[in-house]
């Protein structure tokens, strides 16, 4: 399993792949270039607590076969306002409080 340590305000990648993760607490917050998020790797739960808080550029995040469920935490997708859509066929266990506040381009949710 792995645990990633917050790294803000990161200017510099617009794709970011993660293998076998499966907390992914605040990494990303405010990475303002990041367009593209691919999870791989073998875990079948995935975890999120204010992951892509103030990614603006965020437009995807593709999670792989092998991931079955997730929980979207308190304040995951905050001010994404490039996200356009939040389409899983997962199983989502939870969605915390304003997940995704502030989401100016955001037209659906489908769970």
Request: hydrophobic letters at 35%; proline letters at 0%; glycine letters at 4%.
């Amino acid at each position: 399993m792995g645990y990633f340590k917050r790294q803000h305000n990161c200017k510099i990648a617009i794709s970011v792949i993660f293998e076998n993760t499966s907390k992914i607490n605040q990494i990303l917050k405010a990475c303002d270039l990041i367009e593209i998020i691919n999870l791989n790797g073998s875990n079948s739960k995935i975890d999120f607590m204010s992951t892509f808080e103030d990614c603006i550029s965020l437009r995807y995040l593709v999670l792989n076969d092998k991931c079955t469920e997730i929980c979207i935490g308190d304040n995951t997708f905050r001010n994404c306002r490039s996200l356009q859509d939040f389409c899983t066929e997962k199983k989502v266990e939870s969605i915390g409080n304003n997940a995704f506040q502030k989401c100016s381009s955001l037209r659906q949710i489908s769970i």
